[in-house]
């Protein structure tokens, strides 16, 4: 099939190049429908559980993803608590109410919140806390300590250090988040003199991720591109012929993400980073042939044919280290994270499609080539750069490490070691805020901000009683009472099939049968007694099925929330039990004795009726559900780091089995802060998995084309090494081992074998060749290992444009990719010639006998 | 205004007859006679009120209770008991309103599960009835002197009227419009307008029957668009001028609800 190919490639250059032309528009025209994605809840396929049960605790208790905006003022003695500041706050708070796709009736403010106090003459007294701008000093006193002796608005809306305020605003959808933290942040702009406005949280955290993604997409990648024309007219001397890997990486990229947004894929931050990847990746084997083609032309030669031998010389090689490479990519779909199987899949297709795009594009570019500029390729080979600062380099390099084997490996050794030591001590973490650089504003909100309050970071515990027994043996007797009813003529065919439904939700069954028995038992004249019992009944177990109203899981869940305070990774709790003992100490005269929960289910319940009767009754509802069977402990965390979050996980864990909970009763996460550690959690895990699964293929395949299993074996040692030094190294400088790093493993991998691929395969030829070891071991120090180097080169340069992008993943990326090409070089060029020469010392024995076939 | 709600209305006895004939133009007037209609049918007045709340995801609460109505002053003063009988846990929690036209309201309040007898303060008015859609003021009424009312549209059926608070520190909207049935002066729907000019709430009568002679509210409706949430209230057993004795509306009938008024009237179905 080959031969067909590159005959075509060679024959008909200008409908090649059409066919090319036709296909990239193709694709490239599907580009404008891109769709960027940045939520990291998408790290998680849809159906997963914990993903699915985040988004029916977000529907159960309706909450909504929400902007933090904090103000804070540290100069003024009484901090937030002038009247400027509140002034500002409460006509900010009033605007953000005027902002689409605010949900008006959940925004937290200070001015929207609901006080409860004791009247002059000792009555209760339900007001907003700051409905009107105050106007004197002593108003602003008054709502200072109003808020103090409220636990839901304190450290939550004004900090304990009284120098920050803070509003909530939730939103309806998260994708509005940076257009509306835009809206606020020029709203807070004319009110100047009153304080720092900070706007944070992960929505907006996310979103603006998103816009900057796609910026840094348009700046990255093109500067990736010029940073590989450059490079490559740095070694070959010729722009004219550095244009066609060009070509061949631009089209590369451009049919590949044309094809990821055609097949309807979201760019994600992985996906956004393909075209980086694939641009130094796309020129690697052009460089090869154009290499190869160099060095064979003489002038007058018939170009068609030398090109033809070329490509079918490096055909297998070329194949081979697309083929490790792809197999690198391609083993991250095993890793359950969707976006990394975008990426990995789709990087996996684009060096399938280089290598494609190589062997036909570069052929049919040469064969188009004048003869002006095939001279330049012949002066290229003149000026060969074999007395470069590189080729010396490497030419010393080979003398050497044969003489010093044994020390090479023994550093390899100790190297090794130190690394697997190093390795231990990864952290695996991460936090989308840290996506921004520490200068960033939204970094430097968020530190602002959790200095002063309680946290930004939102998790939800949430407790469910899922034991259906009451209604179960509610519907037994109702049964039993509804044949006696009818025995005594009273038409029960309505009410008996309200109390057969199984499918009514919990908190309305026995209200509905409640009302329809109340009824009945008023229009009939007979049956009562039956009915009564039915009415007692259903009233019975209506208070027994409503589980947090009762005192006992009441006390259960201060508990709990006290057991997450111990925790020392939480900055506060919001939970049912504070409402009751706030609602409570006031109702009985306001005294902080009486903050406490009151002893029986209807105490609870009248105290809670008391609660409803306020401005905002619906602020129930984002603490326990209407039947109360389900009840959501908010966490402010200070910290969106996964390895905050963990340990919390981890310290109720272990609380939960010190005490169990109730039968029945289950105790659940959700909350964005969880959802991310969720998904590294599977990141890690899928990582390690793809990393060991790529190791195993690539090793086969290298035993395949090395026909010899322990070739293969000496093939995966240079990135075996590698892939430990590098994440060694991040384990001793102390970098969280965090989301790109992860999906790095398997590139490195994927990448790093090609070096090793044609240093084994070389050194195999040249030896059968030269039958001499030491002559070979002299001659693919020359031009094969200036190859080596010189690729090692162009990717690690090639990834350096991201070293100025403005978010840190893409740092991460590029800093990583640079060093683990110029680590792998350095490993193939010295770990296998020293590996080699050890072996060498029995095989020149055997040499001095018979000959032997290959290394 | 947001009077549909209550049960106790009695039409004015000239509204049925003699409006009729010609359109009122004065917008004062038309409130006015809306106001008695709605809140002061009758000397005094009892009535069943089943409340079912709803939130967007349609999650039902139920709340049942039984308001006595005294009217003291005819378009002034008036004393309100509502004593509530379901669910099973807040029973015998009791409200003793005394409504004054011009003045702040008295109300107490007992919780038997606390066995606390308690005085609210006054305050605002406009919170959440137990935790419906309703607010405080929309079950006792919102004193017509606390807006100014312009009289915009006479259709067939309703006058159409739009009213602007006078203090508008003390409310959460920036205007409301009613539309007043021309027979019963029944207010049948009232729409608020927040400050960034959209309509937020809405509440509705559903139902009207003639009871003792006097147009009633027997079925309305608030509707919160902001939060899609909606409580319906049902008005049965309700009767007129039965004699409720006005130390039923004391301090006392908390602690020991007046069982002979509250019990239901046997044949008024």
């Known amino acids: 099939m080959r031969h067909s190919i590159i005959a075509i490639a060679t024959g008909r250059p200008r409908a090649v190049f059409a066919i090319a032309v036709l296909v990239t528009l193709l694709f490239g025209a599907m580009l404008p429908r891109i769709q960027i994605d940045t939520d990291p809840e998408n790290m998680l396929p849809a159906a997963q559980t914990d993903r699915v049960f985040h988004n029916l605790v977000k529907q159960r208790f309706a909450l909504h993803d929400a902007i933090v905006v904090g103000v804070v003022n540290t100069s003024d003695a009484n901090g937030v608590f002038n009247i400027e500041t509140l002034s500002a706050l409460q006509a900010i708070s009033e605007r953000i109410l005027a902002i689409d796709g605010v949900v008006r009736n959940d925004v937290m403010s200070l001015s929207l919140a609901d006080n409860i106090s004791q009247g002059e003459e000792g009555e209760i007294r339900f007001s907003w806390m700051m409905k009107d701008a105050p106007t004197t000093q002593s108003e602003v006193d008054a709502i200072r300590s109003a808020v103090n002796r409220l636990p839901l608005l304190l450290n939550t809306l004004v900090s304990e250090d009284d120098r920050a305020a803070a509003i909530y605003v939730p939103i309806e959808s998260k994708d509005l988040s940076y257009p509306i933290s835009l809206q606020i942040q020029s709203i807070a702009s004319e009110y100047p003199n009153t304080g720092e406005y900070h706007i944070t949280g992960l929505p907006v955290a996310e979103d603006t991720f998103g816009v900057q993604m796609f910026r840094q997409m348009a700046i990255s990648a093109p500067l990736a591109g010029l940073m590989i024309f450059v490079l490559m007219w740095f070694f070959f001397r010729s722009a004219r012929l550095v244009i066609a890997p060009m070509l061949v990486a631009m089209i590369t990229v451009i049919v590949t993400m044309g094809l990821l947004v055609g097949l309807g894929f979201t760019v994600h931050i992985m996906s956004s980073m393909i075209p980086i990847f694939l641009m130094p990746i796309a020129v690697v084997d052009s460089v090869h042939i154009m290499s190869a083609f160099s060095d064979r032309y003489e002038p007058g030669q018939d170009v068609k044919e030398t090109i033809s031998g070329v490509v ?219 009915l009564e019992e039915l009415l007692f009944a259903a009233e019975e177990a209506q208070s027994r099925s409503k589980y947090f109203q009762d005192p006992d899981a009441l006390r259960e869940v201060a508990a709990l929330q006290q057991a997450l305070m111990n925790t020392g990774g939480v900055g506060k709790t919001n939970a049912l039990p504070d409402v009751v003992k706030v609602e409570n100490r006031e109702l009985r005269g306001g005294d902080n004795a009486s903050y406490e929960i009151p002893a029986t289910p209807q105490a609870v319940a009248q105290t809670l009726l008391q609660y409803q009767s306020s401005h905002r009754p619906q602020d ?96 995966m040692v240079p990135l075996t090494a590698t892939i430990l030094a590098v994440y060694g190294l991040i384990g001793w400088i102390g970098k969280d081992y965090d989301m790109p790093i992860a999906v790095l493993s398997s590139l490195v991998l994927g990448l790093s074998v090609d070096f090793a691929i044609h240093f084994i395969q070389r050194m195999r030829v040249l030896r059968e060749e030269l039958g001499c070891y030491v002559e070979a071991t002299k001659l693919i120090f020359e031009e094969p290992a200036r190859a080596i180097a010189r690729n090692a080169i162009v990717i690690a340069l090639g990834f350096t444009p991201l070293f100025f992008a403005a978010l840190v993943p893409y740092i991460t990326v590029g800093a990583f990719m640079a060093a683990i090409m110029v680590i792998s070089g350095v490993a193939t060029l010295l770990l296998l010639p020293a590996l080699m020469s050890l072996g060498q010392e029995d095989t020149r024995m055997a040499e001095a006998g018979e000959s032997q076939e290959g290394v | 205004m947001k009077t549909v709600i209550t049960a106790i209305a009695l039409s004015v006895a000239f509204a049925a007859s003699d409006s009729r004939a010609e359109d009122l133009s004065d917008a004062d007037e038309i409130v006015s006679l809306a106001n008695s209609a709605s809140y002061y049918a009758g000397n005094d007045g009892r009535s069943e009120v089943r409340m079912i709340i709803r939130d967007a995801q349609g999650r039902e609460q139920r709340r049942q209770f039984t308001i006595l109505r005294r009217t003291v002053e005819d378009a002034g003063d008036q004393d309100f008991l509502v004593v509530f009988s379901q669910p099973s846990d807040v029973r015998g929690t009791v409200f003793l309103v005394k409504k004054h036209v011009g003045r702040d309201d008295d109300r107490w309040l007992y919780l038997p599960g606390l066995d606390l007898v308690k005085r609210i303060s006054a305050g605002d008015k406009r919170t959440s009835f137990v935790g419906a859609h309703y607010f405080y003021e929309d079950v006792s009424g919102r004193d ?110 908390l602690r020991r609800p007046p069982g002979e008024w509250l019990k239901r009237p046997a044949a008024d179905q």
Do not use: C
């Not at chain 1, 990394?340 to 684009?350: C, E, I, P, S, Y």
């Not at chain 1, 409640?514 to 049956?527: N, P, R």
């Open chain 1, 312 to 530: 079918d010389d490096l055909y297998k090689p070329m194949l081979f280290t697309s083929l490790t490479t792809g197999v690198g990519f391609a083993s991250l779909l095993i890793t359950p994270v969707p976006p990394v199987q975008v990426f990995g899949a789709f990087v996996a297709f684009g060096v399938l499609l280089a290598f494609i795009m190589t062997i036909v594009l570069i052929p049919a570019f040469v064969v188009r080539m004048k003869p002006d500029s095939l001279k330049a390729l012949g002066r290229l080979k003149a000026g060969s750069d074999a007395d470069t600062l590189l080729a010396r380099l490497l030419r010393a390099t080979g003398r050497l490490t044969p003489r010093f084997s044994k020390l090479i490996i023994a550093l390899a050794v100790g190297i090794v070691l130190f690394s697997i030591a190093g390795v231990q001590r990864i952290e695996i973490n991460d936090n989308p805020v840290r996506w921004f650089k520490s200068d960033h504003r939204i970094r430097v909100a968020d530190a602002i901000l959790n200095e002063h309050f309680a946290g930004t970071y939102d998790a939800f515990l949430v407790l469910t009683n899922e034991d259906d027994t009451i209604t179960r043996e509610f519907r037994e007797r109702a049964t039993v009472l509804l044949d006696s009813a009818a025995a005594d003529g009273v038409d029960i065919a309505a009410l008996r099939k309200l109390i057969q439904n199984t499918e009514t939700a919990q908190g309305q069954y026995f209200g509905q049968i409640i009302s329809a028995t109340d009824d009945l038992l008023f229009e009939s004249d007979s049956g009562l007694e039956p």
């Open chain 1, 620 to 715: 129930l509802w984002h603490m326990v559900t209407p039947d109360f069977r389900s009840t959501a402990i908010w966490l402010q965390l200070k910290s969106g780091d996964n390895r905050d979050m963990t340990h919390v996980i981890n310290a109720i864990d272990d609380y939960l089995h010190a005490h169990p909970l109730p039968s029945g009763v289950t105790a659940n996460w959700a909350g964005k802060t969880y959802i991310n550690v969720i998904w590294q959690d599977e990141m890690v895990a899928g990582m390690l998995n793809s990393l060991f699964g790529a190791f195993a293929i690539v090793f086969l395949m290298m035993a395949l084309l090395f026909r010899s299993p322990l070739l293969g074996l000496l093939a």
């Open chain 2, 144 to 253: 017509p002197g606390e807006d100014t009312h312009v009289l915009h549209e006479t259709n067939d059926e309703s006058y159409v009227l739009t009213h602007t608070p006078k203090d508008s520190s003390q409310v959460e909207f920036s205007r409301y419009q009613t539309w007043i049935d021309k027979n019963t002066f029944l207010p049948t729907r009232i729409e608020y307008t927040n400050s960034a000019g959209n309509v937020y709430r809405r509440v509705e009568a559903l139902e009207v029957e003639e009871i003792n002679g006097y147009p009633t509210v027997t079925k309305s409706r608030v509707v919160d668009l902001d939060s899609d949430g909606q409580t319906d209230m049902q008005f049965r057993y309700i009767a007129y001028d039965i004699g409720i004795p006005a130390d039923v509306f004391t301090e006392r009938s």
